[in-house]
Structure formats: C-alpha cells, structure tokens
C-alpha cells in the first residue's frame, strides 16, 4: 500500500527554519518582535494593502473586523452560503445573525445578482445589514466588481474572507484587498501555513490600529494596564510569524505547482461522462489551492461518495466539496437566498488531493483509480 496521500499538506521551503532560528537567537518567543513587523510588512506589499495585521487565525481575523464594522447583537450580516463554517461562526460570536447568499455556477462563489437583488430590497424595506461577508473559495475569486458597487452604493461594508484566495487575482488585483478589508488564513492545509494564523489586510490605518489592540488584549497605554474596552488574545506569534515569512518566499511556486496539479487533472478527466472542473471564469487567475469537480452520477454511473470511498481504500485523502451553511444544522434557522447552486455543489463536489510535494507517480496513481472508478 501507497504512503497516505493528504489533501493539502503543509510544504516547506528553505528558509523557514533560518527565520525560525532568527527568532530564537532574538529571543522573541513572543507575539511580539520583528519577524512580525516584518511578516506584516512584507505580506502587505505582496498583496497590495498599505497595511496588514498577524492575528492567530482567519477565525480571529474576522471576528475582529465584524466587530470594527459595528456588528452587534440582534444584527443581520449577509455571507456566502457555500463555505466553510468558519465564514458564519464570527457573527455568532457577536450574536447577530448570519443570512446566507447562493453561488453562480460561473465562479461557485457568491452570485451577484442575488446579492445586489437582496440589497435592492432590503434599502426599499429599511433594513440594509451593515456588513457583507464575501467569500473566495478553493483559490477562486468571487465576481468582486458587481457585488463592491452594491454595497458601495448603499454603504455597506464589505468583508472579504479570502482565506483560501491568496495567490489568486480578480482582474489582476489580490482577493481580499476590494472591500473596506480583507482577511488570510495560514491553517495547516492552507496554500501557505505557520501551522495557524491569520492575516487582516486593509488601507485603512485605523482599522489595523484598532484591530492590533483589540488582538492584544485591548490594553490602554499605561504601566498598570489600563483598560476601557474589551480585547482578546488574538495575536499571532513572532516564531510562527518567522515561519510565514519563509512560506511567502515561495508562494508563486506553490500557485504554479498547484495549476499544474490542476492542469494534470483537467487534461486526463476532463473527457470522463458526467464530469465537471470548478471553471475559471474571464475576470480570474485562480490560485487552484483544490482541485474541484463534480460528478453527475446520472452521467457518470457512479456518484462522488463512490470516488471518494474507492479514494479511501487506497489511503488516499479527498473530501465532499464544503456543505453549505443553509444545509448545516447550526444555521437551519437563518435566512438563505436561493440555495440550489450550493445544494448540488455540495451534493456532487468533490477536492482531490493538491498537495504541492506531491510525486507525479501520485497523481498518476490518483487519477487512474478515478478513471476507473468511472468506467474509463
Ligand atoms: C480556513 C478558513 C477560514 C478560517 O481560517 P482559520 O485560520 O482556520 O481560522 C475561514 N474561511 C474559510 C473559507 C476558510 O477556508
């Protein structure tokens, strides 16, 4: 039996380790010091933001801004429904209430349409939500410009939850850097990870500024510790921040072994009945951290459960596409806006392994098992 493939890995390049021991030998084992300030620094000017905040996670990073954005209690916010939880799980924490938008086909995220039909009518009825939450999914940007002008035009801010999304471009500009800002995760599967952190992006400075308190535990400036408002442990660590910065080294390696791995694939599978890759729409460059595809079992003969049990007896790791949140019992009293898209996304999709260590014999292995899965 094969070594067990894993979906996404964490991959390591060469100089992680020299930061890691820069740390050290500063003694900044700390979340605080300069591998930080330098992380922060380096990661805003690769993605195009005047300034970045290093929190422990994209969990954390979100619920930050929600609450610089004015969430509070009783509140409605409108995210993506085809997600995973983590997109949702925030708002609660403020105890407002998620309502939960379709995909389009074209990119599987965010449908503008619905959303900018949504707003439409929650102006004319009053009740405009102070927030929406736009997510960028498996390395693929949502359709930005339709869904920023909505919530420009009716002064809602916009969240951009593109965790998944760094090293993708809408139209040649980084996910995450469109709305009033934008967040990053480095979790262990992510498509760079410092084992867990997050990141929060903006080019506004007083939302950084506000959002580093915050993740320090709000602390006034005085040697006693004065404090007036409520804060949190949320700040990422200097060694783990020593560690994303080796990652971001090689993060345009890691976006073109992940095409390629996509390409691999696309060109063997594409062909099979019933199959279908998660498109790459006109305004993208998607940064393909998964590959996805559904299989429609009416055309396939078999359906995804099928692939991903035949996957499993061969130790080899592939997950259902996420299930959307209007499907999830957590969130069965929320309000979703259409719903159909992510359903059959959900019921058909499914990730393949895209670990960017991965051997060819592995991905050869892979998609062998998967042709004959489906009768090729
Ligand atoms: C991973 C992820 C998050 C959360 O990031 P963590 O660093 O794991 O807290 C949020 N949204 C999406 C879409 C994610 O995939």
């Not at 940007?141 to 009716?154: E, G, M, N």
């Amino acid at each position: 039996m094969n070594e067990r493939i894993f979906l996404s890995p964490p991959h390591m390049g060469d100089l992680e380790q020299e930061f890691v021991n820069e740390a050290f030998a500063s003694n900044f084992i700390a979340p605080v010091g300069p591998q930080i300030n330098a992380f922060e620094e380096e990661f805003a000017a690769l993605v195009g933001t005047k300034y970045a905040a290093a929190v422990s996670s994209g969990t954390a990073a979100l619920h930050l801004l929600l609450r610089y954005a004015g969430v509070t209690a009783g509140d409605e916010v409108i995210c993506s429904t085809f997600t995973f939880v983590a997109s949702a799980n925030p708002i609660r924490y403020l105890g407002a209430s998620p309502v939960f938008i379709d995909s389009d086909a074209k990119s599987w995220n965010m449908d503008p349409r619905l959303l900018v039909a949504e707003l439409d009518k929650r102006h004319r009825e009053g009740r405009l939500p102070k927030v929406v939450v736009l997510v960028h999914l498996y390395g693929q940007p949502a359709d930005i410009d339709p869904i920023k002008q909505a919530c420009d035009k009716y002064n809602v801010a916009l969240l951009e939850d593109a965790a998944e999304a760094l090293g993708s471009q809408y139209k040649g500009q980084a996910p995450g850097t469109f709305g009033l800002a934008g967040f990053f995760s480095f979790n262990g599967n992510k498509i760079i990870t410092t084992s867990g952190g997050g990141m929060v992006v903006s080019d506004d400075e007083e939302l950084i500024q506000k959002v580093k308190f915050w993740a320090t535990q709000a602390k006034n400036d005085a040697v006693h510790y004065e404090h007036t408002e409520i804060g949190y442990n949320y700040r990422l660590s200097n060694v783990l921040a020593a560690i994303g910065r080796g990652q971001l080294k090689v993060l345009p390696d890691r976006v073109r072994e992940k095409r390629r791995i996509f390409s691999h694939y696309h060109s063997a599978l594409k062909d099979l009945p019933g199959v279908s890759f998660m498109p790459e729409p006109d305004f993208a460059h998607s940064s393909r951290w998964l590959t996805c595809l559904t299989v429609d079992q009416e055309q396939a003969g078999v359906d995804r459960d099928a692939l991903i049990r035949i996957l499993e007896k061969n130790n080899i790791e592939s997950r259902p596409t996420w299930k959307p949140m209007h499907l999830q019992p957590l969130y069965r009293d929320c309000e979703v806006i259409g719903g159909e898209v992510a359903a059959k996304l959900f019921q058909q999709g499914i990730c393949l392994p895209s670990g960017t260590a991965m051997s060819n014999n592995d991905l050869c292995l892979i998609v062998d098992i998967i042709k004959k899965c489906l009768g090729a």
